[in-house]
Protein backbone atom coordinates (compact mmCIF):
# COMPACT_ATOMS: atom_id res chain seq x y z
CA UNK A 1 0.00 0.00 0.00
CA UNK A 2 1.35 3.08 -1.14
CA UNK A 3 -1.35 5.81 0.29
CA UNK A 4 -2.87 5.21 3.50
CA UNK A 5 -5.09 6.86 5.87
CA UNK A 6 -6.50 6.54 9.33
CA UNK A 7 -9.49 8.71 10.27
CA UNK A 8 -10.13 9.14 14.46
CA UNK A 9 -13.38 11.30 15.95
CA UNK A 10 -16.76 10.69 17.30
CA UNK A 11 -19.95 12.49 15.77
CA UNK A 12 -20.41 14.41 18.38
CA UNK A 13 -17.07 15.22 19.75
CA UNK A 14 -15.21 18.39 19.08
CA UNK A 15 -13.38 16.82 15.81
CA UNK A 16 -13.13 14.68 13.49
CA UNK A 17 -9.48 13.88 12.54
CA UNK A 18 -7.39 12.28 9.29
CA UNK A 19 -4.34 11.49 8.27
CA UNK A 20 -3.15 10.64 4.43
CA UNK A 21 0.22 9.90 4.06
CA UNK A 22 1.86 8.55 0.48
CA UNK A 23 1.47 11.81 -2.22
CA UNK A 24 3.58 12.60 -4.19
CA UNK A 25 4.96 16.57 -3.76
CA UNK A 26 3.65 19.46 -5.78
CA UNK A 27 -0.04 18.48 -6.00
CA UNK A 28 -2.44 21.40 -6.35
CA UNK A 29 -4.62 21.95 -2.75
CA UNK A 30 -8.08 23.64 -3.52
CA UNK A 31 -9.34 24.19 -0.03
CA UNK A 32 -12.64 25.16 -1.59
CA UNK A 33 -12.66 22.06 -3.50
CA UNK A 34 -12.48 19.65 -0.30
CA UNK A 35 -15.28 22.08 1.23
CA UNK A 36 -17.10 21.27 -2.16
CA UNK A 37 -16.89 18.06 -1.52
CA UNK A 38 -18.00 17.47 1.81
CA UNK A 39 -20.54 19.95 1.12
CA UNK A 40 -22.07 17.46 -1.72
CA UNK A 41 -21.81 14.87 1.42
CA UNK A 42 -24.69 16.68 2.69
CA UNK A 43 -26.87 16.01 -0.57
CA UNK A 44 -30.54 14.22 -0.76
CA UNK A 45 -33.88 14.17 -0.37
CA UNK A 46 -34.84 12.45 3.14
CA UNK A 47 -32.38 14.06 5.11
CA UNK A 48 -32.82 14.55 8.54
CA UNK A 49 -33.19 18.60 9.87
CA UNK A 50 -29.41 17.99 12.07
CA UNK A 51 -27.73 16.51 8.61
CA UNK A 52 -28.64 19.85 6.79
CA UNK A 53 -27.79 22.26 9.45
CA UNK A 54 -23.79 20.22 10.69
CA UNK A 55 -22.17 22.29 8.78
CA UNK A 56 -18.07 21.10 8.54
CA UNK A 57 -15.23 23.58 9.17
CA UNK A 58 -12.59 22.46 7.46
CA UNK A 59 -8.67 22.95 8.71
CA UNK A 60 -5.23 21.88 7.24
CA UNK A 61 -2.37 21.13 9.60
CA UNK A 62 0.00 19.69 7.99
CA UNK A 63 1.37 18.25 4.35
CA UNK A 64 0.55 21.24 2.21
CA UNK A 65 2.29 24.62 2.10
CA UNK A 66 1.45 27.71 -0.34
CA UNK A 67 -1.32 25.71 -2.27
CA UNK A 68 0.57 22.20 -2.55
CA UNK A 69 1.70 19.09 -0.83
CA UNK A 70 5.29 18.79 0.28
CA UNK A 71 5.14 14.96 0.55
CA UNK A 72 4.92 14.92 4.08
CA UNK A 73 1.71 13.49 5.60
CA UNK A 74 -1.47 15.01 5.24
CA UNK A 75 -3.23 15.82 8.62
CA UNK A 76 -6.68 17.64 8.59
CA UNK A 77 -9.27 18.80 11.04
CA UNK A 78 -12.72 19.02 10.94
CA UNK A 79 -14.19 21.16 14.04
CA UNK A 80 -18.01 20.12 14.78
CA UNK A 81 -19.73 23.39 15.08
CA UNK A 82 -22.21 22.25 17.52
CA UNK A 83 -19.23 21.15 19.98
CA UNK A 84 -20.39 24.12 22.53
CA UNK A 85 -23.70 21.79 23.35
CA UNK A 86 -21.65 18.68 23.94
CA UNK A 87 -19.05 19.50 26.00
CA UNK A 88 -20.20 18.20 29.35
CA UNK A 89 -21.47 14.97 27.30
CA UNK A 90 -19.05 13.93 25.25
CA UNK A 91 -16.20 15.78 27.65
CA UNK A 92 -12.23 13.77 27.95
CA UNK A 93 -12.63 14.46 31.63
CA UNK A 94 -14.87 12.97 34.16
CA UNK A 95 -17.82 15.01 34.81
CA UNK A 96 -17.96 17.15 37.77
CA UNK A 97 -21.58 15.72 38.60
CA UNK A 98 -21.65 12.34 36.81
CA UNK A 99 -25.73 11.82 38.25
CA UNK A 100 -26.63 15.48 37.53
CA UNK A 101 -25.61 15.01 34.02
CA UNK A 102 -27.16 11.18 33.26
CA UNK A 103 -30.45 13.51 34.34
CA UNK A 104 -30.25 15.70 31.68
CA UNK A 105 -31.39 14.73 28.08
CA UNK A 106 -28.34 14.36 26.18
CA UNK A 107 -26.42 12.88 28.90
CA UNK A 108 -28.69 10.18 30.14
CA UNK A 109 -27.15 6.67 29.18
CA UNK A 110 -28.20 4.99 26.29
CA UNK A 111 -29.28 1.56 27.28
CA UNK A 112 -31.66 0.67 24.60
CA UNK A 113 -28.94 -0.36 21.43
CA UNK A 114 -30.70 -0.41 17.80
CA UNK A 115 -31.34 -3.41 15.87
CA UNK A 116 -29.27 -3.29 13.15
CA UNK A 117 -26.98 -0.58 14.75
CA UNK A 118 -23.22 -1.21 16.10
CA UNK A 119 -25.11 -0.35 19.37
CA UNK A 120 -25.66 -4.09 21.16
CA UNK A 121 -22.38 -5.48 19.77
CA UNK A 122 -19.89 -2.68 20.78
CA UNK A 123 -21.08 -2.18 24.06
CA UNK A 124 -20.33 -6.31 24.94
CA UNK A 125 -17.20 -6.07 23.01
CA UNK A 126 -15.96 -3.33 24.88
CA UNK A 127 -17.56 -3.62 27.82
CA UNK A 128 -19.58 -0.47 28.41
CA UNK A 129 -22.78 0.20 29.71
CA UNK A 130 -23.64 3.50 27.65
CA UNK A 131 -24.36 2.56 23.27
CA UNK A 132 -23.30 6.54 23.19
CA UNK A 133 -19.64 4.97 23.57
CA UNK A 134 -20.43 3.26 20.66
CA UNK A 135 -22.82 5.25 17.70
CA UNK A 136 -21.29 8.26 18.10
CA UNK A 137 -17.97 6.54 16.01
CA UNK A 138 -20.24 4.19 14.48
CA UNK A 139 -22.08 7.20 13.11
CA UNK A 140 -21.35 7.92 9.94
CA UNK A 141 -20.40 11.65 10.44
CA UNK A 142 -16.59 10.02 10.39
CA UNK A 143 -16.82 9.49 6.62
CA UNK A 144 -16.81 13.47 6.44
CA UNK A 145 -13.01 12.61 7.12
CA UNK A 146 -12.92 10.25 4.33
CA UNK A 147 -14.56 12.72 1.82
CA UNK A 148 -12.33 15.42 2.51
CA UNK A 149 -8.80 12.78 2.21
CA UNK A 150 -10.95 11.56 -0.99
CA UNK A 151 -10.04 14.61 -3.00
CA UNK A 152 -6.72 15.06 -2.90
CA UNK A 153 -6.73 11.90 -4.07
CA UNK A 154 -9.03 12.77 -6.80
CA UNK A 155 -6.90 15.89 -7.26
CA UNK A 156 -3.94 12.87 -8.25
CA UNK A 157 -6.62 10.78 -10.32
CA UNK A 158 -7.83 14.12 -12.56
CA UNK A 159 -4.18 14.72 -13.39
CA UNK A 160 -3.99 11.41 -14.71
CA UNK A 161 -6.52 12.16 -16.39
CA UNK A 162 -9.17 9.79 -14.35
CA UNK A 163 -13.01 11.16 -13.26
CA UNK A 164 -15.03 8.79 -10.68
CA UNK A 165 -18.35 9.93 -10.61
CA UNK A 166 -21.69 8.04 -8.90
CA UNK A 167 -25.29 8.24 -9.07
CA UNK A 168 -28.39 6.43 -7.20
CA UNK A 169 -29.52 3.60 -9.40
CA UNK A 170 -31.79 1.93 -7.10
CA UNK A 171 -34.18 3.19 -3.75
CA UNK A 172 -36.05 0.59 -2.02
CA UNK A 173 -38.34 -0.81 -4.61
CA UNK A 174 -37.84 1.78 -7.09
CA UNK A 175 -34.87 1.00 -9.52
CA UNK A 176 -33.72 3.12 -12.74
CA UNK A 177 -34.82 1.52 -15.90
CA UNK A 178 -31.85 -0.71 -17.85
CA UNK A 179 -31.99 1.90 -21.13
CA UNK A 180 -31.99 4.57 -18.53
CA UNK A 181 -28.98 7.56 -18.99
CA UNK A 182 -25.79 6.89 -16.79
CA UNK A 183 -23.03 9.54 -15.82
CA UNK A 184 -20.30 9.87 -18.02
CA UNK A 185 -17.18 11.98 -16.45
CA UNK A 186 -18.89 15.31 -17.02
CA UNK A 187 -22.18 14.86 -15.36
CA UNK A 188 -21.44 14.58 -11.95
CA UNK A 189 -22.80 18.32 -11.58
CA UNK A 190 -25.75 17.35 -13.40
CA UNK A 191 -26.36 14.21 -10.86
CA UNK A 192 -25.83 16.27 -7.65
CA UNK A 193 -29.01 18.60 -8.72
CA UNK A 194 -31.17 16.01 -9.04
CA UNK A 195 -32.28 15.82 -5.05
CA UNK A 196 -32.09 11.84 -4.96
CA UNK A 197 -28.80 12.16 -7.15
CA UNK A 198 -30.34 9.82 -9.81
CA UNK A 199 -30.34 11.24 -13.63
CA UNK A 200 -33.36 9.14 -14.85
CA UNK A 201 -36.19 11.82 -14.21
CA UNK A 202 -39.02 9.18 -14.01
CA UNK A 203 -36.95 7.15 -11.49
CA UNK A 204 -35.78 10.47 -9.77
CA UNK A 205 -39.53 11.45 -9.34
CA UNK A 206 -40.34 7.77 -7.70
CA UNK A 207 -37.88 7.57 -5.77
CA UNK A 208 -38.32 11.24 -4.11
CA UNK A 209 -42.19 9.42 -3.65
CA UNK A 210 -41.22 6.50 -1.96
CA UNK A 211 -39.22 8.81 0.51
CA UNK A 212 -41.72 10.25 1.16
CA UNK A 213 -43.94 7.43 1.87
CA UNK A 214 -41.53 5.96 4.15
CA UNK A 215 -41.24 9.09 6.06
CA UNK A 216 -45.28 8.95 6.31
CA UNK A 217 -44.82 5.19 7.47
CA UNK A 218 -41.78 5.97 10.06
CA UNK A 219 -39.66 3.80 8.06
CA UNK A 220 -36.30 4.21 6.33
CA UNK A 221 -35.35 3.37 2.90
CA UNK A 222 -31.83 1.55 2.02
CA UNK A 223 -30.72 1.49 -1.55
CA UNK A 224 -28.12 0.94 -4.70
CA UNK A 225 -24.72 3.22 -5.84
CA UNK A 226 -23.28 3.28 -8.50
CA UNK A 227 -19.60 4.12 -8.99
CA UNK A 228 -17.95 4.97 -12.78
CA UNK A 229 -14.58 5.79 -13.06
CA UNK A 230 -13.27 6.78 -16.78
CA UNK A 231 -9.63 7.21 -17.83
CA UNK A 232 -7.98 4.35 -15.99
CA UNK A 233 -5.15 2.53 -17.96
CA UNK A 234 -4.95 -0.78 -17.79
CA UNK A 235 -2.95 -3.22 -15.90
CA UNK A 236 -3.75 -1.19 -12.07
CA UNK A 237 -3.98 -3.84 -9.67
CA UNK A 238 -2.49 -7.37 -9.79
CA UNK A 239 -3.49 -10.38 -10.13
CA UNK A 240 -0.54 -12.27 -8.23
CA UNK A 241 -1.78 -12.07 -4.82
CA UNK A 242 -5.36 -12.32 -3.51
CA UNK A 243 -4.76 -9.07 -0.87
CA UNK A 244 -3.41 -6.88 -3.55
CA UNK A 245 -5.71 -7.53 -6.47
CA UNK A 246 -7.81 -4.51 -7.38
CA UNK A 247 -10.90 -6.34 -6.79
CA UNK A 248 -10.74 -7.01 -3.28
CA UNK A 249 -9.29 -4.13 -2.17
CA UNK A 250 -12.54 -1.74 -4.32
CA UNK A 251 -15.16 -4.52 -2.48
CA UNK A 252 -13.08 -3.60 0.73
CA UNK A 253 -13.33 0.11 0.59
CA UNK A 254 -17.09 -0.25 -0.30
CA UNK A 255 -18.19 -2.51 2.43
CA UNK A 256 -16.27 -0.71 4.78
CA UNK A 257 -18.71 2.55 4.53
CA UNK A 258 -21.26 2.05 7.25
CA UNK A 259 -24.45 0.06 6.11
CA UNK A 260 -23.45 -1.17 3.16
CA UNK A 261 -23.94 -4.68 2.54
CA UNK A 262 -23.00 -6.14 -0.98
CA UNK A 263 -20.93 -5.08 -3.89
CA UNK A 264 -21.28 -5.88 -7.62
CA UNK A 265 -18.14 -5.30 -10.15
CA UNK A 266 -19.68 -5.17 -13.79
CA UNK A 267 -22.29 -7.57 -14.06
CA UNK A 268 -20.97 -9.66 -10.92
CA UNK A 269 -24.59 -11.40 -10.16
CA UNK A 270 -25.61 -11.51 -13.64
CA UNK A 271 -23.12 -13.40 -15.08
CA UNK A 272 -23.66 -15.99 -12.81
CA UNK A 273 -26.75 -17.06 -14.45
CA UNK A 274 -25.06 -16.46 -18.06
CA UNK A 275 -23.30 -18.95 -20.19
CA UNK A 276 -19.47 -18.06 -20.69
CA UNK A 277 -20.06 -17.08 -24.19
CA UNK A 278 -22.50 -14.55 -22.51
CA UNK A 279 -20.30 -12.74 -19.72
CA UNK A 280 -17.52 -11.58 -20.83
CA UNK A 281 -15.52 -8.94 -23.13
CA UNK A 282 -14.19 -9.63 -26.41
CA UNK A 283 -10.88 -7.84 -27.44
CA UNK A 284 -11.22 -5.86 -30.08
CA UNK A 285 -8.26 -5.00 -32.37
CA UNK A 286 -6.60 -1.70 -31.70
CA UNK A 287 -8.17 1.59 -32.60
CA UNK A 288 -6.19 4.20 -33.35
CA UNK A 289 -3.87 4.19 -37.08
CA UNK A 290 -0.69 2.04 -37.64
CA UNK A 291 1.66 4.98 -36.86
CA UNK A 292 -0.28 6.41 -33.93
CA UNK A 293 -2.28 2.82 -32.35
CA UNK A 294 -4.68 2.96 -29.56
CA UNK A 295 -5.13 0.65 -26.77
CA UNK A 296 -7.10 -2.53 -26.91
CA UNK A 297 -10.86 -2.49 -26.77
CA UNK A 298 -13.60 -4.57 -25.68
CA UNK A 299 -17.08 -5.38 -27.03
CA UNK A 300 -18.94 -4.78 -24.11
CA UNK A 301 -18.42 -4.03 -20.45
CA UNK A 302 -19.70 -6.90 -18.10
CA UNK A 303 -16.59 -7.40 -16.29
CA UNK A 304 -16.84 -3.75 -14.94
CA UNK A 305 -13.07 -3.05 -16.44
CA UNK A 306 -11.68 -5.58 -14.10
CA UNK A 307 -10.18 -8.57 -14.68
CA UNK A 308 -7.77 -11.12 -13.11
CA UNK A 309 -7.59 -8.14 -10.43
CA UNK A 310 -6.21 -5.57 -12.42
CA UNK A 311 -8.00 -2.87 -14.66
CA UNK A 312 -8.86 -3.67 -18.15
CA UNK A 313 -8.81 0.39 -19.78
CA UNK A 314 -12.38 0.17 -20.26
CA UNK A 315 -14.80 2.19 -17.29
CA UNK A 316 -14.81 0.69 -13.87
CA UNK A 317 -18.20 0.06 -13.22
CA UNK A 318 -19.14 -0.46 -9.44
CA UNK A 319 -22.36 -0.92 -7.65
CA UNK A 320 -23.14 -1.09 -3.74
CA UNK A 321 -26.43 -2.20 -1.65
CA UNK A 322 -26.70 -0.22 1.59
CA UNK A 323 -29.55 -1.26 3.81
CA UNK A 324 -31.80 0.55 5.27
CA UNK A 325 -31.20 3.08 8.56
CA UNK A 326 -31.39 1.51 11.51
CA UNK A 327 -32.23 4.38 13.45
CA UNK A 328 -36.67 4.23 12.82
CA UNK A 329 -38.81 6.93 14.13
CA UNK A 330 -40.68 4.01 14.68
CA UNK A 331 -38.35 2.34 17.01
CA UNK A 332 -38.37 -1.68 16.83
CA UNK A 333 -37.88 -4.13 19.88
CA UNK A 334 -34.72 -4.26 21.81
CA UNK A 335 -34.18 -5.12 25.35
CA UNK A 336 -33.12 -2.54 27.88
CA UNK A 337 -29.68 -3.69 29.35
CA UNK A 338 -30.03 -1.91 32.86
CA UNK A 339 -33.09 -3.79 33.51
CA UNK A 340 -33.06 -7.02 30.64
CA UNK A 341 -36.78 -6.34 29.94
CA UNK A 342 -38.39 -5.85 26.36
CA UNK A 343 -38.33 -2.33 25.18
CA UNK A 344 -38.59 0.13 22.33
CA UNK A 345 -34.74 0.62 20.88
CA UNK A 346 -33.79 4.54 21.38
CA UNK A 347 -34.18 7.23 18.78
CA UNK A 348 -31.44 9.52 17.51
CA UNK A 349 -31.99 12.06 15.06
CA UNK A 350 -31.95 10.08 11.26
CA UNK A 351 -32.44 10.51 7.94
CA UNK A 352 -35.11 8.27 6.54
CA UNK A 353 -33.10 7.56 3.59
CA UNK A 354 -29.05 8.20 3.46
CA UNK A 355 -28.53 6.75 -0.41
CA UNK A 356 -28.01 9.65 -2.51
CA UNK A 357 -25.69 10.87 0.14
CA UNK A 358 -23.88 7.79 0.60
CA UNK A 359 -23.15 7.79 -3.03
CA UNK A 360 -20.42 10.60 -2.40
CA UNK A 361 -18.59 8.19 -0.06
CA UNK A 362 -18.46 5.35 -2.27
CA UNK A 363 -16.99 7.87 -4.76
CA UNK A 364 -14.62 9.14 -2.21
CA UNK A 365 -13.37 5.53 -0.97
CA UNK A 366 -12.96 4.13 -4.83
CA UNK A 367 -11.13 7.00 -5.12
CA UNK A 368 -8.48 6.68 -2.34
CA UNK A 369 -8.04 3.32 -3.85
CA UNK A 370 -7.57 3.83 -6.73
CA UNK A 371 -5.09 6.76 -6.34
CA UNK A 372 -3.41 4.17 -4.28
CA UNK A 373 -3.08 1.56 -7.25
CA UNK A 374 -2.00 4.28 -9.53
CA UNK A 375 0.71 5.03 -7.44
CA UNK A 376 2.41 1.86 -7.26
CA UNK A 377 1.90 1.34 -10.90
CA UNK A 378 3.56 4.76 -11.02
CA UNK A 379 5.83 5.46 -8.23
CA UNK A 380 6.96 8.85 -8.31
CA UNK A 381 8.30 11.15 -5.16
CA UNK A 382 6.52 14.56 -7.23
CA UNK A 383 3.98 14.99 -9.36
CA UNK A 384 5.78 15.50 -12.50
CA UNK A 385 7.84 12.20 -11.70
CA UNK A 386 4.35 10.67 -11.49
CA UNK A 387 3.04 12.63 -15.08
CA UNK A 388 6.30 11.18 -16.63
CA UNK A 389 6.08 7.52 -15.11
CA UNK A 390 2.47 7.36 -16.34
CA UNK A 391 3.15 8.42 -19.78
CA UNK A 392 5.96 6.48 -20.11
CA UNK A 393 3.49 3.31 -19.05
CA UNK A 394 0.45 5.02 -21.30
CA UNK A 395 3.23 4.73 -24.48
CA UNK A 396 3.82 1.77 -24.21
CA UNK A 397 -0.08 0.12 -23.74
CA UNK A 398 -0.80 2.18 -26.99
CA UNK A 399 1.62 -0.24 -28.64
CA UNK A 400 4.58 2.49 -29.29
CA UNK A 401 7.69 0.45 -27.80
CA UNK A 402 6.19 -2.02 -25.98
CA UNK A 403 5.30 -5.74 -27.00
CA UNK A 404 2.29 -5.45 -26.14
C1 LIG B 1 -23.86 8.52 4.49
C2 LIG B 1 -24.43 7.66 5.58
C3 LIG B 1 -25.40 8.18 6.41
C4 LIG B 1 -25.94 7.41 7.44
N1 LIG B 1 -26.92 7.95 8.21
C5 LIG B 1 -27.48 7.19 9.16
C6 LIG B 1 -28.58 7.71 9.92
O1 LIG B 1 -29.00 8.86 9.73
N2 LIG B 1 -29.14 6.89 10.83
C7 LIG B 1 -28.70 5.61 11.06
O2 LIG B 1 -29.24 4.90 11.89
N3 LIG B 1 -27.68 5.11 10.35
C8 LIG B 1 -27.05 5.86 9.42
N4 LIG B 1 -26.04 5.32 8.67
C9 LIG B 1 -25.66 3.91 8.87
C10 LIG B 1 -24.98 3.60 10.18
O3 LIG B 1 -23.82 4.40 10.36
C11 LIG B 1 -24.63 2.10 10.20
O4 LIG B 1 -25.77 1.35 9.96
C12 LIG B 1 -24.05 1.68 11.54
O5 LIG B 1 -22.77 2.27 11.71
C13 LIG B 1 -23.89 0.17 11.71
O6 LIG B 1 -23.05 -0.38 10.75
P1 LIG B 1 -23.55 -1.46 9.70
O7 LIG B 1 -24.88 -0.99 9.18
O8 LIG B 1 -22.51 -1.47 8.64
O9 LIG B 1 -23.70 -2.77 10.40
C14 LIG B 1 -25.49 6.07 7.64
C15 LIG B 1 -24.49 5.56 6.78
C16 LIG B 1 -23.97 6.34 5.77
C17 LIG B 1 -22.94 5.78 4.86
Known sequence: MVLRYLTAGESHGPALVGILEGLPSELPVDRAEIDRQMARRRLGHGRSPRMVFEADRLEILAGVRHGRTIGSPIALVIHNTEWPKWTEVMGVDPPADPEGLARTGRGAPLTRPRPGHADLA??????????????????????????????????????????????????????????????????????????????????????????????????????????????????????????????????????????????????????????????????????????????????????????????????????????????????????????????????????VCAVPRAGVVCEAVVALTLADALLEKTGGDTLPEVRRNLAAYQQTLSGCGGRL
Not at 184 to 193: M, N, R, S
Not at 276 to 284: M, N, R, T, V, Y
Not at 302 to 318: A, H, N
Open 122 to 351: GMQKFGLDDARNILERASARETATRVALATFARTLLAEAGVVVVSHVVRIGEVAVAEEAPEPGPGDQDAVDADPVRCLDPTASARMRDRIDRAKNERDTLGGVVEVLTYGLPAGLGTHVHWDRRLDTRLAAALMGVQAFKGVEIGEGFRTAEVPGSKAHDEILPRGGTRAAPGPYARATGRSGGLEGGMTTGEPLRLRAAMKPLSSLARPLATVDVRTGEPAEAIQQRSD
